[in-house]
């Protein structure tokens, strides 16, 4: 089973909140949340927008501060009987009820927020938390106009029901989601990719499905074929980005979604089917298709923050967006400042979700369920994680991974992680870090969580593209090579909590990594422009001789060192073409034909294709390369199991001295594969760091074999024979066989 039902600190049993049938459909039972709220009403809608109210209730408040009401379906008004849409007004001490209150009027205004933080408005129709399907997007092509939203002085009474997005109340489907992986983490390739980019610009998907969850099913057996076995989506919860398309400009485009508006209900601008239901049944569809493929799917989640935004000028504390959880419980759902006046902000984008609530905290748990258990999906990456440790809710901000009360504690306590060696669970991964404060936790997670391995990323970076500039020792190199035991050992936790990566959405592509100096993210239209983006890239592009190829060779190096390292890799889409946004590291706001996909390539990135196709097949089939537990090695007393030796070039076993100069730049290593039951007696990888050959001398490869090479990254091996199908691996030779590497380039033999 993978959720325990939870009842939360303050004891509030929080399942079954929201909308929904009952009774064979003939009930229809509303309940919301809200600790401060004086009176909350329900109102029904027979269309989405443009139109009064059908009816209005008065919801009924427990002990347990839950507000529910149960109508009875035969009783709705006739234009009711299809599809039900639904909102919330609410009231408070800062605004609190009078009977002569009307629509669009002031009548009970006292503040816009009080001295607790209160921020109730009956003007502003609010979204259910709970609700599984939106309507739409609060601005849209239709109504483009935000401030019907906002509270404060110029806005407060403006009546905001006729454009405001509803909850839709679905029925329950039939839909399958198919059987569910269960691979272990550490045997996974992640494919880290934007749902709508993946297939908006590929002419062998239907034009009417380019874009969306059924489009993206149809890459499944593309992405099968490429190796991938887990596709990680960039978020698919509801964002607003219905208004991406109505020119061609970026002025307020939302490409990335890092702006929930809800935490259940799939993004409708991703669905073919844009019936009630046809978002949630096309997504499970979608699941289903990578699921007969073999392939997880992980989502990219952003429980840090929200839609809502912050401020809407430095300083006021009266003007904000009063879409849902600011209008219904500001303090329960949001950390605020010590006076309760402004949001607290370890995010950039508007304010911290209070993940030290409880009643906060289950709905991350609920909706985290929902989506497990009713859509299928098999884990998570979690967006500025570290907002996921605070232990204070008001004032400040601390991490604190011992904290059993916290939120990521919680989830990890509530479901169930997947086995080390494979089974049902679902995985975890976490982006540690956020802004300011002790936020940067690369390492410093609890148990249960895996981590993108932001040091792994720099560290690799830095060694190819910097050096001199950057002072990078073997040591280091040879820790993250093998599943960076310096940052999650001392936790138990394995190698494989380390997802490596190099490149992800938010940067340069892996072909821009090596080939751009520094962003350029001011281009006109459709590379830019895109405002931010870090500065400190550690790119370069790779010198002025013969550079197209020395750019090309540095991709090889870089994602052949990935696929070599334990851990559990982790590829962008677009990667195995050598995809590239021409230098701009920060394209959120592009959705455009410079962000999605293209599969129409030329002969240099079909070559580099097939380079990732069997890199990964390569990782595939030597399980020495995606070790369990951290590779073991004889101690200095001669004691132990000797899984994995490092060399010098002389053939010579490495020393501590030679680990940590700085000055060194060339190092190899021989994995015992049979300690991994693998018929490969061995695995040799070396990297030249260096801009000259460096002459390694190969070590033993074992009784009765001699050493096969997979593949040389160096220039003179480019083309689609670059790496070595299994059974065409070139002869290399025994024992003291001397092996000239060119200048920055990976080496990969095999003992047979």
């Not at 039900?84 to 609190?96: D, F």
């Not at 419980?329 to 006046?341: E, G, H, I, M, V």
């Not at 049979?674 to 190969?698: K, M, Q, R």
Request: hydrophobic share 35%.
């Amino acid at each position: 089973m993978l959720f325990l039902p939870f009842i939360g600190h303050a004891g509030v049993n929080t399942k079954g909140l929201g909308a929904s049938y009952t009774d064979n459909k003939q009930t229809i039972e509303f309940k919301i949340y809200s600790e401060n709220a004086t009176r909350i009403e329900l109102y029904l809608y027979a269309q989405a927008s443009g139109a009064d109210e059908i009816e209005r209730h008065l919801l009924t408040k427990n002990s347990e501060n839950i507000w529910s009401i149960s109508l009875s379906v035969q009783n709705l008004d006739s234009r009711l009987t299809s599809t039900v849409y639904y909102g919330y007004r609410a009231w408070g001490a800062n605004w609190p009820y009078q009977e002569d209150w009307q629509k669009g009027t002031s009548v009970g205004f006292i503040s816009d927020v009080d001295a607790q933080g209160n921020r109730f408005n009956p003007n502003k129709l609010l979204l259910d938390p709970y609700a599984k399907e939106m309507s739409h997007d609060y601005i849209t092509p239709q109504w483009n106009d935000g401030t019907v939203y906002a509270s404060g002085s110029q806005y407060r009474n403006i009546d905001s029901a006729p454009y405001a997005p509803k909850g839709i109340i679905l029925t329950d489907d039939a839909q399958s989601y198919g059987v569910k992986p269960t691979r272990a983490l550490k045997d996974d390739i992640i494919y880290e990719v934007h749902l709508r980019g993946l297939t908006k610009n590929d002419l062998s998907i239907p034009e009417q499905y380019r874009g969306t969850y059924k489009g993206a099913a149809l890459k499944a057996a593309y992405l099968a074929d490429l190796g991938i076995t887990a596709i990680e989506f960039l978020p698919v919860q509801e964002t607003q980005n219905d208004t991406n398309d109505i020119v061609e400009s970026t002025d307020g485009d939302n490409y990335w979604g890092y702006m929930t508006l809800n935490y259940f209900a799939p993004d409708r601008r991703y669905a073919s089917d844009q019936s009630d239901g046809g978002p949630t049944r096309e997504f499970k569809a979608m699941v289903k298709a990578f699921h007969d493929h073999g392939i997880k799917v992980l989502v990219d989640v952003v429980y840090n923050h929200t839609g809502e935004g912050g401020a809407w000028f430095a300083g006021d504390s009266s003007t904000y967006n009063l879409y849902s959880w600011r209008g219904l419980d500001n303090p329960t759902y949001y950390s605020l400042t010590s006076d309760r006046q402004h949001n607290w902000d370890n995010t950039g984008v508007g304010g911290n979700y209070n993940t030290y609530h409880p009643v906060a905290q289950d709905l991350i748990i609920d909706s985290l369920d929902y989506w497990i258990n009713d859509l299928g999906v098999d884990g998570f990456r979690f967006d500025l994680a570290s907002v996921l440790g605070n232990t204070c809710q008001h004032g400040c901000f601390n991490f604190d991974k011992m904290d059993a009360q916290n939120a990521l504690n919680r989830i990890i306590n509530e479901f169930t992680e997947r086995p080390e060696w494979g089974g049902y669970g679902t995985d975890f991964i976490a982006e540690p870090w956020a802004i300011g404060g002790n936020s940067y936790q690369v390492g410093g997670f609890p148990a249960g969580w895996s981590e993108w391995n932001g040091s792994y990323r720099d560290t690799l970076r830095k060694d190819q593209n910097q050096m001199g500039l950057e002072s990078i020792s073997l040591g280091q190199l040879a820790n993250i090579f093998t599943g960076s035991a310096s940052l999650y050992q001392d936790d138990g936790r394995k190698p494989w909590n380390s997802v490596n990566f190099i490149v992800a959405h938010d940067g340069f592509t892996l072909k821009d990594l090596y080939s751009c100096n520094s962003k350029h993210n001011t281009q006109a239209w459709p590379f830019g422009p895109s405002d931010g983006g870090e500065s400190n890239n550690h790119s370069w592009d790779q010198g002025w001789y013969n550079q197209a190829s020395a750019q090309r060779q540095a991709a090889r190096n870089g994602f052949a060192l990935l696929m070599l390292s334990a851990g559990t890799p982790m590829m962008t889409g677009g990667d195995e073409y050598l995809r590239s946004i021409q230098c701009n590291n920060n394209p959120y706001n592009l959705d455009s034909v410079a962000n999605w996909l293209n599969f129409s390539w030329d002969s240099a990135q079909s070559n580099f294709n097939i380079f990732v196709k069997r890199m990964l097949q390569f990782r595939k089939n030597h399980p020495a390369l995606r070790p369990a537990d951290f590779y073991q090695s004889i101690d200095t007393n001669g004691n132990g199991m000797e899984q994995l030796r490092w060399f010098m070039p002389n053939g010579n076993v490495a020393n501590a001295s030679y680990f940590n100069d700085t000055n060194n730049h060339a190092i190899a290593y021989r994995i015992d594969s049979s300690e991994f039951s693998e018929p490969t007696a061995a695995i040799y990888i070396a990297y030249n760091g260096w801009s000259d050959t460096v002459n390694f001398t190969l070590p033993w490869p074992g009784v009765g074999k001699n050493w096969y090479r997979v593949t040389d990254t160096s220039s003179w091996n480019e083309g689609p024979e670059t790496i070595k199908s299994p059974g065409q691996e070139d002869f290399i030779g025994g024992e003291y066989t001397s092996y000239g590497l060119n200048g920055r380039a990976v080496l990969v033999l095999i003992a047979k």
